[in-house]
């Protein structure tokens, strides 16, 4: 550790930002991509607080289709509705916009979303949500899912 901060000795840097976790870095790496010189520095390593115990995935809206009553509360509340849709498309703008910027960061997989008898939201309900989510989202990075019909 010393070695590495007497490197450090006698240089100058543009911005210092302090705590390497997803917003330090994901800021350290705006700043160098607009051209300042960054020093990252950080009291552990590289993500290893509050970053390291996040999924990392981007639940692109859908969480905001869930009304937390009953699925039909919507219909009695259509600004509800509006709000949870534009909510959707922000973040899947934002979903977009971060394969874009930090596309050799992101890799595509499969994620399940199991679906079972008795649970809160029936499977067309969920059906209708996620073609919500896609409809709203921008084109460029498709949600790419598939519904698997029950055993």
């Known amino acids: 550790m010393k070695d590495s901060l007497a490197k450090l000795h006698d240089r100058e840097f543009d911005v210092a930002v302090v705590g390497a976790g997803i917003n330090g870095c994901a800021a350290a790496q705006e700043l160098a991509a607009a051209g300042y010189s960054v020093l990252l520095v950080d009291k552990g390593d590289y993500g290893a607080g509050s970053s390291s115990r996040?999924?990392?995935?981007?639940?692109?809206?859908?969480?905001y289709l869930a009304p937390g009553g009953s699925p039909y509360s919507f219909l009695w509340q259509p600004k509800k509705l509006l709000t949870a849709v534009r909510m959707t498309r922000q973040t899947m703008q934002a979903r977009a916009e971060f394969?874009?910027?930090a596309e050799a960061r992101t890799r595509r997989f499969t994620f399940g979303f199991p679906v079972w008898r008795g649970m809160a939201y029936k499977p067309w309900q969920i059906d209708l949500a996620l073609r919500i989510v896609e409809g709203v989202g921008p084109k460029d990075v498709p949600l790419d899912r598939k519904s698997l019909a029950p055993a």
């Open 99 to 101: 394969v874009g910027h």
């Open 54 to 63: 996040s999924t990392r995935l981007l639940h692109c809206g859908l969480r």
